[in-house]
């Protein structure tokens, strides 16, 4: 039997409608998903490499965002990293460069990491979906739907200790689909014995200067609970 993931806030739904060809995995092993909303038989559970996910991803077009950007951008970084960082979606930046995070949040990301001392090379990135939306737009929810199975795939596979949702989307998508980034920011989440906190989005830190400090007291607690866990 699987379950369904319930956000943190919410009970635990009774519900568990699943396609015949799945039946035979969950049956040998049940497995609650990670990310709320998410179907086991629909996150790959048969892909257990990262190599192999990012190939799956790279031919994927399940959700119409493929069709109008360049490539998919799946995530960089230690993929044995304890502590992995989701933003929303690749920009025109990210979608030129096929990582995420390059263009000018990427680089106040970078910022804050190293005031952090965090290397970018040493933590894990990646965004709730894979594909650059047109004009940046914000993701749809069936996009969202859909490529939060590759972000469950890249949790489940990086296993890390500590996540870090990079704005509203992003908290969300791993909190709780009633989350508001400016209510639980800078908060502990702990669910499956991985701890989740939501901070500012580094797009909004460049639109709106007051939010620097907040996303600065929340990153002292993030680099805290890195060095206390002990984990690389
Ligand atoms: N914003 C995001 O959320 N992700 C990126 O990769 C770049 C900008």
């Not at 049956?27 to 990670?34: E, M, V, W």
């Not at 096929?98 to 952090?116: E, S, T």
């Amino acid at each position: 039997m699987t379950t369904e993931q319930p956000g943190l806030f919410d009970i635990p739904e009774k519900k568990a409608e699943k396609p015949p060809e799945a039946r035979k995995i969950i049956k040998s092993r049940p497995q609650i998903p990670f990310l709320p909303g998410v179907k086991y038989y629909e996150s790959f559970p048969e892909i257990i490499d990262i190599e192999m996910l990012r190939q799956k991803a790279s031919g994927c077009n399940g959700c119409g965002l493929r069709e109008n950007c360049q490539q998919v951008v799946f995530g960089s970084g230690n993929t044995r990293s304890g502590i992995m960082f989701i933003g929303e979606g690749p920009g025109r930046d990210e979608d030129i460069q096929g990582i995420p995070f390059v263009g000018r949040a990427g680089q106040l990301l970078d910022k804050i990491l190293a005031a952090a001392d965090f290397d970018r090379q040493e933590v894990y990135i990646a965004n709730v979906v894979k594909c650059r939306p047109p004009e940046n737009r914000l993701p749809r929810t069936e996009e969202v739907q859909r490529c939060r199975n590759y972000l469950e795939a890249q949790i489940r596979i990086i296993q890390p200790k500590i996540i870090i949702c990079l704005g509203s989307l992003a908290t969300k998508t791993v909190i709780d689909p009633k989350a508001k980034i400016t209510e639980v920011r800078g908060k502990w989440f702990n669910r499956q014995d991985i701890m989740i906190m939501g901070t500012f989005h580094p797009a909004a830190l460049l639109r709106n200067e007051h939010y620097k400090r907040p996303v600065w007291e929340d990153f002292k607690l993030i680099r805290q609970a890195f060095a206390s866990l002990d984990i690389k």
